[in-house]
């Protein structure tokens, strides 16, 4: 099993930037690829960005648009989600994943859930 914890949600202004943070504990040896997705009031979870754990490839979201990086600490076992650029429609509980295999951008594909971090972004 792995555990997953966020942190660094809050609330910003439109425009501004925030840096979430993702630690892993438990079997963080099965780990293949990490990402991150959100989830607005009414909608469905979707798709922001996932990072592969041990090659570093990367996949986003077209709607990140070069305005959010992911990046990864093995030492730490912490994955990080960097917004800049910030916009309202950003507001939503961000979730970590980890799943046991390569990038993935389907929910359904992924193993193991952090508890959310709420972002809101005021404008």
């Known amino acids: 099993q792995v555990q997953l914890v966020e942190s660094g949600g809050g609330l910003v202004q439109a425009g501004g930037s925030l840096r979430l943070s993702c630690s892993a504990s438990g079997r963080t040896d099965s780990i293949g690829s990490m990402g991150w997705f959100r989830q607005a009031p009414g909608k469905g979870r979707e798709f922001v960005a996932t990072?592969?754990?041990?090659?570093?490839?990367?996949y986003y979201a077209d709607f990140t648009k070069g305005r959010f990086t992911i990046s990864r600490d093995n030492a730490k076992n912490t994955v990080y989600l960097h917004m800049d650029g910030l916009r309202p429609e950003d507001t939503a509980v961000y979730y970590c994943?980890?799943?046991?295999?390569?990038?993935?951008?389907?929910?359904?594909?992924?193993?193991?859930w952090g508890q959310g971090t709420q972002v809101t972004v005021s404008s």
């Open positions: 994943a980890a799943r046991d295999y390569s990038l993935a951008y389907v929910a359904i594909d992924y193993h193991y």
């Open positions: 990072i592969s754990w041990s090659g570093g490839g990367t």
